[in-house]
T-cell receptor
């Protein structure tokens, strides 16, 4: 069972470079999410997509863009990476507007020098 | 969504029950209580959730007080592999957003 798959698992960028983080789910979920987690902290929501074709800002959207390519895939783009965006990024998916839980990927560890 | 508060850390001996408390005194009637855990730096893993009644699955039990202002996650026989950060989150059915706090770091020792 693949669940939520994130690529790449690790990435090192230089300041100013761009990068797209990929996420795909095979559970036919409508809703997908991108979170970041900084050391010693809980996850913070960057963007989410309630359904194909819709996206909304979360708690910390600045410096990021997202694309809900289709029902399966939700990508996160850093147009001009900054050291403050060094973090672990998690993608998740869930049924829309239900009490069912979110399912998370294994994360992308991103370092920006 | 209601704010939850948890102790920052707890210890538990291997084989004993781990009881992790969570306060959610401002929870509203349609908000569920969810528990996730994060082992090392892996993605959060769903454990259990409930609304009013106590719940049990293969991983844990969830005890919710009658007034719903607090709950306890019970790992009946803790193992070393249960060492993780445990998050208690409240969420209503009409929103998909989870708000993570800093959780409880559970250390299971031999």
């Amino acid at each position: 069972n693949a669940g939520v798959t994130q690529t790449p698992k690790f990435q090192v960028l230089k300041t100013g470079q761009s990068m797209t983080l990929q996420c795909a789910q095979d559970m036919n979920h409508n809703s997908m999410y991108w979170y970041r987690q900084d050391p010693g902290m809980g996850l913070r929501l960057i963007y989410y997509s309630a359904s194909e074709g819709t996206t909304d800002k979360g708690e910390v959207p600045n410096g990021y863009n997202v694309s809900r390519l289709n029902k399966r895939e939700f990508s996160l783009r850093l147009e001009s990476a900054a050291p403050s965006q060094t973090s672990v990024y998690f993608c998740a998916s869930s049924e829309q507007n239900s009490n069912q839980p979110q399912h998370f990927g294994d994360g992308t560890r991103l370092s920006i020098l | 969504d209601a704010k939850t508060t948890q102790p920052p850390s707890m210890d538990c001996a291997e084989g004993r029950a781990a009881n992790l408390p969570c306060n959610h005194s401002t929870i509203s009637g349609n908000e569920y209580v969810y528990w996730y855990r994060q082992i090392h730096s892996q993605g959060p893993q769903y454990i259990i959730h409930g609304l009013k009644n106590n719940e049990t699955n293969e991983m844990a039990s969830l005890i919710i007080t009658e007034d719903r202002k607090s709950s306890t996650l019970i790992l009946p026989h803790a193992t070393l592999r249960d060492t993780a950060v445990y998050y208690c989150i409240s969420k209503g059915r009409n929103t998909d957003k989870l708000i993570f706090g800093t959780g409880t770091r559970l250390q299971v020792f031999p």
